[in-house]
């Protein structure tokens, strides 16, 4: 097995994020009916720290949700025991709202697919836009990011692996490397 | 959290400290489901479960098919009057034949205990224990324990009391093992002649004087006489055990202050407690109703996740 590489660091994910957050103003026109929901786990610690950021650009404070996918997922017959279901908290109204999503990699579309289905059934933003750190390729679905951190080309047996402090304890870094099957 | 590995739920005996925290787990996330503009979320898309109700229930039936609904299953009722069990058909038959229609899981309830487990030996399909006999109640002891959790932040310490008909009641057998299993201390409070021989055997001190067990607890379960059971005079008279072991007003004075009461339903107001207890702060009654889908809709996505029979 090769030795995983280091693609980002630490003030690579943090420009990268600051990067996304002013893009997002940007397209959004500033905060006004904006708001961000970050997929569990990584996201949701993602769009935690765009909500900062962009707090940071301009000084208001954004709503933020946590979605977990898990009960809308497309394998869950597949699989020989039910993944683990961790808590949804949308504490808004996502109605007419510009939502933004967002998370650690995008692979498959597959997580984003289950995704759309759930923020649909909590209400009817006005816009969904997607925001990832890595784009890796690979899509199985049509769906692209609207704002991406880094793309990355990667072989469909290689992994890529966001680190993040909050939950990793270690310093942010995303890593590739190769394994047997499947990411 | 642990992975769940267990194709039935057939009691609360043989379940790990763990396995009972990863139901109490799952069963946070789904209450949230339930809070939703739109409850419905699509995890057993495709599933189709039947319950089969041979004693009466309204609570635990309607909760069990919410619960199943909400988590996109199919779902048929049958019930013993009207069905082929009143042409002679035996219950493990007409299991089968409804398993035959590929259902995946079958929620039970009998009035005989162990009726579950023969299933669960004679099916494929998952099986569910929806209250069997005096034996067993595992989902209502689990509603019970997420609430006690959600509204305490713990079960581990607390001081419980379940008071009344213990000697026929599944819902204290079943609570007894899950309470005391994550760390309660529990008493069983009520007249010697409903309180079953052995019962301290379960980990459970036992007491004759609700005022004085009521003084230290901090959740008191109160229990229905299930009348429907008991064929012998077990009682001087209904009114006598209403003064005795009945909680009012009057009697919470001895309580703590943040004391909990709990009931399983359905209440007699006026015997094992006064209406203004079951209206009062300190109930929970429709609280544990509430949960009741939260906790069901976990043992489904739960049980119906394994596929081959492991235990």
Redesign the interface.
């Known amino acids: 097995m090769a030795k995983p590489k280091q693609i980002m660091d630490a003030e690579g994910v943090n420009r990268a994020l600051t990067r996304i957050a002013h893009e997002i103003l940007e397209k959004n026109k500033g905060t006004a009916e904006l708001c961000l929901v970050g997929i569990r786990t990584r996201g949701a610690f993602l769009a935690l720290r765009l909500k900062e950021c962009i707090k940071n650009i301009e000084k208001t404070e954004i709503p933020v949700g946590i979605l977990?996918i898990?009960?809308?997922r497309d394998d869950?017959?597949l699989?020989?025991?039910?993944p683990?279901?961790?808590?949804?908290?949308i504490p808004f109204d996502i109605t007419d709202k510009n939502l933004v999503l967002i998370d650690d990699v995008l692979f498959t579309g597959r997580t984003i697919r289950a995704a759309l289905?759930?923020i649909t059934?909590?209400?009817r933003p006005g816009q969904i836009q997607l925001a990832v750190l890595i784009d890796r390729g690979h899509r199985e679905l049509p769906i692209r990011a609207d704002y991406v951190g880094k793309n990355i080309p990667t072989a469909e047996d290689e992994s890529v692996k966001v680190m993040l402090s909050e939950t990793d304890d270690q310093e942010d870094k995303v890593v590739v490397k190769k394994v047997k099957k499947d990411g | 959290?642990d992975?769940?590995?267990r194709h039935h739920l057939l009691d609360l005996q043989g379940l790990s400290k763990e396995e009972l925290e990863?139901i109490l787990e799952?069963a946070?996330?789904?209450k949230?489901?339930s809070a939703?503009?739109?409850k419905?979320?699509?995890?057993l898309r495709?599933k189709t479960i039947v319950s089969l109700f041979l004693e009466p229930s309204t609570r635990t039936r309607g909760s069990f098919e919410l619960a199943a609904k909400r988590?996109s299953a199919d779902t048929i009722n049958m019930s013993g009057t009207g069905s082929s069990l009143s042409k002679g058909e035996t219950i493990v038959d007409m299991a089968k034949n409804i398993e035959a229609m590929n259902v995946d899981l079958i929620i039970v309830r009998h009035a005989d205990a162990g009726v579950p487990y023969m299933l669960a030996n004679n099916l494929k399909a998952a099986v569910v224990n929806a209250g069997d006999g005096c034996r067993s109640h595992p989902t209502q002891a689990l509603l019970d324990m997420f609430t006690i959790k959600e509204k305490k932040g713990r079960i581990d310490g607390l001081k419980i009391a379940i008071v009344g008909d213990i000697l026929h009641s599944r819902v204290a057998r079943s609570n007894i093992v899950g309470l005391t299993r994550l760390g309660a201390e529990v008493t069983v409070c009520g007249p010697s002649t409903l309180i079953p021989i052995g019962i301290e055997k379960m980990g459970v001190k036992v007491s004759y004087d609700l005022n004085e067990t009521i003084k230290d607890k901090d959740v008191v379960m109160l229990l229905r006489l299930q009348k429907e059971r008991q064929h012998e005079n077990y009682l001087p008279s209904i009114r006598e055990y209403a003064i005795q072991f009945g909680v009012n007003k009057n009697r919470l004075r001895h309580a703590k202050k943040d004391v909990m009461i709990m009931h399983p339903g359905p209440t007699n107001r006026g015997v094992e407690l006064s209406a203004e207890v079951a209206d009062g702060e300190y109930s929970v009654i429709l609280d544990q109703v509430t949960n009741g889908v939260a906790v069901r809709m976990?043992v489904l996505?739960?049980t119906?996740?394994?596929?081959e029979a492991e235990d």
Request: proline share 2%.
């Open positions: 977990d898990t009960l809308y869950l017959t699989a020989s025991s039910q683990i279901v961790h808590e949804t908290t289905d759930a059934d909590f209400g | 959290m992975k769940w590995t990863t799952t946070k996330s789904f949230e489901v939703r503009e739109v419905k979320v699509p995890a495709g988590l976990a996505y739960l119906l996740g394994t596929k």
